[in-house]
């Protein structure tokens, strides 16, 4: 695999969006699964120094979701509701992180499976040019880039395996 096809891109088509793209070495129908299902997100989704984290996931339409991170005392709290779901190629769901819940924004992820690699797409739409530049300016991109390598290689202990 081209060392750059596995890195994080993320860019801002307008002012209201950020646009996250990545590649998976994995088909879609894992990535899917690793990314819905909470005993999967537990293992990849965020920091490295997160400790007794709650994943809550009601994945159907209209149903909701919560993560919460403690960070050395410090809680990190974000959550959100599932607007559509077509497996295994589209969810958009809202997302807001809790303590800034009047900057939520959607999110409409999909995966695109091509020769057995997947290229996930994440827009994230803001309502504001405000919420985005905050969001922009969070370490976001740093912290997503590291997360879906840790996505990367869940997806490596998974490939083989019933999920």
């Avoid at 088509?13 to 088909?27: G, K, N, Y």
């Avoid at 960070?71 to 959100?80: D, I, P, Q």
Wanted: aromatic share 10%; hydrophobic share 40%; glycine share 8%.
């Amino acid at each position: 695999m081209d060392a750059r096809l596995d890195k994080l891109t993320v860019t801002t088509p307008s002012d209201l969006e950020i646009v996250m793209t990545r590649w998976f070495d994995a088909p879609a129908a894992l990535v899917f699964d690793a990314m819905t299902k909470p005993q999967h997100v537990r293992r990849w989704w965020g920091c490295a120094e997160s400790t007794d984290s709650t994943f809550e996931i009601d994945f159907r339409i209209g149903g909701k979701w919560r993560y919460v991170l403690n960070m050395g005392g410090e809680v990190h709290a974000f959550s959100g509701e599932y607007i559509e779901i077509i497996a295994p190629v589209l969810v958009i769901s809202t997302e807001r992180y809790e303590p800034f819940a009047q900057h939520d924004y959607v999110v409409t992820l999909t995966l695109d499976e091509r020769d057995g690699r997947t290229l996930m797409t994440s827009n994230i739409r803001h309502k504001t040019k405000e919420g985005r530049d905050g969001h922009l300016q969070s370490g976001m991109e740093q912290g997503a880039a590291l997360t879906f390598d840790k996505l990367e290689q869940l997806l490596r202990e998974l490939e083989g395996t019933e999920v």
